[in-house]
């Protein structure tokens, strides 16, 4: 089994981190003094970093649990789909059924959750690949938010579910918040646990740990469906965020979250990764997005773009693999 790398709640602390993540760090810090100076003001405004926080808590979600699938060895692609499923679903049982909003979030998210819960059984009780399993439910999810959103947005209107996204403690908005919980959580999970030890070796080799007396079934299970879940806790926040739920949401939203945790060095053949790096990912994405956003560059070049940048991490991988 690989070693894992050091964590955000590591012993070494957070020298630690910074010393594992310094490539990451000198390309996150080399990005945005290229923007600033490119940008000027326009980048560098406060009001713009806030956006930018706003805007990459959905990523942040989705790559911590997309970090413990990849670890796993496997993937998830129908998290972009889970969260427009939940969002619609969530939308709809406040403005169509008139439902408690509370009632209604913790429904929807029981049914993304389900979702994850059906990716990983057969994960964990058959051979077909993640990839195959999760390239279905995607397709499954995304058709079930348009046939229950009649391809329409779903508009609420209800505080408590607005409230959820717009609220801000002084001039940091809540989901700077629920990023740092999500990220504390996944740390915790991954450097400080049973299960963190058993999600490594399972994803080095399935067999010898299965030898040693991991159950590898448990664990797979429990990483899909706690990949859905962040993923549902993403689609409530982002439809709290847009005031509506619609079928669209999270499109591509998986490839970002990818991206994102390949970059951060977390080994696409399993067994090695930390938070601390898909969270310099996640910036490093979120940064890049930003900038091409607000020097006008086409979305298609920005898919081109994206692309190159998850090759690039490939390749990293591939040549750090073959050398270890």
């Known amino acids: 089994m690989k070693e894992k790398k050091s964590g955000i709640f590591s012993k070494s602390g957070s020298l630690a981190v910074i010393k594992n993540?310094?490539?990451?760090?000198?390309?996150?810090?080399?990005?945005?003094?290229?923007a600033t100076i490119v940008?000027?003001?326009?980048f560098f405004a406060w009001r713009n970093f806030s956006n930018v926080l706003r805007?990459?808590?959905t990523n942040m979600f989705l790559a911590c649990g997309m970090t413990l699938v990849i670890m796993l060895g496997g993937i998830d692609l129908s998290v972009g789909s889970v969260i427009a499923m939940v969002g619609c679903f969530a939308a709809g049982f406040i403005s169509y059924l008139e439902m408690p909003s509370g009632v209604a979030i913790i429904l929807a998210v029981l049914l993304g959750v389900c979702l994850g819960l059906f990716n990983g059984a057969v994960a964990a009780f058959t051979t077909i690949p993640p990839f195959i399993i999760t390239l279905a439910t995607m397709n499954i999810g995304r058709?079930?938010?348009?046939?229950?959103?009649?391809?329409?947005?779903?508009?609420?209107?209800?505080?408590?579910?607005?409230s959820i996204a717009a609220t801000y403690i002084?001039?940091?908005?809540?989901?700077?918040?629920?990023?740092?919980?999500?990220v504390a959580i996944t740390a915790v999970i991954l450097n400080r646990t049973q299960l963190g030890r058993h999600i490594l070796a399972t994803g080095g080799n399935m067999q010898a740990a299965a030898y040693s007396g991991v159950n590898t079934k448990?664990?797979?299970?429990?990483?899909?469906?706690?990949?859905?879940?962040?993923?549902?806790?993403?689609?409530?926040i982002s439809a709290s965020?847009?005031?509506?739920?619609?079928?669209?949401a999270g499109e591509s939203a998986e490839m970002d979250a990818i991206a994102a945790v390949v970059l951060g060095g977390t080994s696409m053949a399993g067994g090695s990764g930390s938070v601390s790096g898909t969270v310099f990912g996640v910036l490093i994405i979120a940064i890049l997005n930003n900038v091409m956003n607000l020097y006008?560059?086409?979305?298609?070049?920005?898919?081109?773009v994206k692309g190159i940048v998850i090759m690039i991490a490939v390749f990293i991988d591939y040549f750090k693999s073959r050398n270890e």
């Open 296 to 304: 006008g560059i086409d979305a298609s070049w920005q898919y081109i």
């Open 170 to 182: 002084g001039p940091i908005p809540i989901q700077v918040v629920y990023v740092i919980i999500i």
């Open 241 to 248: 965020r847009l005031f509506s739920g619609t079928h669209t």
């Open 55 to 57: 805007q990459l808590s």
């Open 218 to 236: 448990k664990v797979t299970l429990f990483v899909f469906v706690y990949s859905s879940l962040l993923a549902s806790l993403a689609g409530i």
């Open 39 to 42: 940008l000027g003001d326009t």
């Open 143 to 162: 058709g079930i938010a348009r046939v229950y959103s009649a391809t329409k947005t779903i508009t609420v209107s209800d505080d408590f579910f607005k």
């Open 21 to 34: 993540n310094m490539g990451l760090l000198l390309a996150f810090l080399v990005l945005c003094v290229g």
